[in-house]
């Protein structure tokens, strides 16, 4: 007697390009006057999207390693460049 298989859909963010990109498409539409956007609405609004805390950071690293983006000094902002 052969046991069911389980088969495991694709993570839509699991890959840190894929990622990044949709981070900085969530960016775009909520950067603020000074140019800022609030790590805590991105994080949340990316996690609304699908993706989880691991995939956010890997993505979130990525555009940095990219040059797409910059952390503010205080930590709680992003700036895109």
């Known amino acids: ?4 298989s389980k088969f ?3 993570r839509p963010f699991s890959n840190p390009e894929a990622a990044a990109r949709k ?3 969530i960016a775009a539409g909520i950067i603020d006057v000074r ?3 609030s790590v805590g609405a991105w994080n949340d609004a990316f996690r ?3 993706g989880n805390v691991a995939e956010y950071a890997a ?8 040059g797409a983006l910059r952390m ?3 930590g709680g902002f ?3 460049t």
């Open 8 to 10: 495991v859909e694709p």
């Open 59 to 66: 993505g979130r690293d990525r555009a940095i390693a990219d």
């Open 35 to 37: 140019g800022r956007v």
């Open 78 to 80: 992003v700036m895109l």
């Open 48 to 50: 609304k999207a699908g």
């Open 72 to 74: 503010h000094e205080c």
């Open 1 to 4: 007697m052969a046991l069911p």
């Open 23 to 25: 981070l900085l498409e």
